[in-house]
Nanobody
C-alpha cells in the first residue's frame, strides 16, 4: 500500500506563495486520482484540488486561479503551488489518494 508524505508547509504573509509536495512510497503511474485537501480548525476537511492520471484537474472555487496542482509520475510526486495566499487558506493540508489513503498533513499558516 502506498504511503504519502507531505512537505513544504510553513508560515507566510498574505499575498505570498508556498509549494507543497507529496512523495509517494511507490509508483503513482497507475493511480487515477490524487489530490490535496485541507482542514482548518473547527471546520470539516475540504477538497482543494484533484488531478487525474491523464492530467485533468479540478479545483475548489476558493482557490481557482491561485493554486495549481501537478503530478510527476516519474518521481512519484504530487505538488500544489499556492500563490496569492490569504489568511483563510490557513489549514492543515493533506495529500490523498481519495478516499482512503492520506498523508500525515502539513501546516500552512498565512498571516495578515
Amino acid at each position: 500500500q502506498v504511503q504519502l508524505v507531505e512537505s513544504g508547509g510553513g508560515l507566510v504573509q498574505a499575498g505570498g506563495s508556498l509549494r507543497l509536495s507529496c512523495a509517494a512510497s511507490r509508483s503513482i503511474s497507475s493511480i487515477n486520482a490524487m489530490g490535496w485537501y485541507r482542514q482548518a480548525p473547527g471546520k470539516q476537511r475540504e477538497l482543494v484540488a484533484l488531478i487525474s492520471i491523464g492530467g485533468s484537474t479540478n479545483y475548489a472555487d476558493s482557490v481557482k486561479g491561485r493554486f495549481t496542482i501537478s503530478r510527476d509520475n516519474a518521481k512519484n510526486t504530487v505538488s500544489l503551488q499556492m500563490n496569492s495566499l490569504k489568511p483563510e487558506d490557513t489549514a492543515v493540508y493533506y495529500c490523498s489518494v481519495p478516499p482512503f489513503l492520506w498523508g500525515q498533513g502539513t501546516q500552512v499558516t498565512v498571516s495578515s
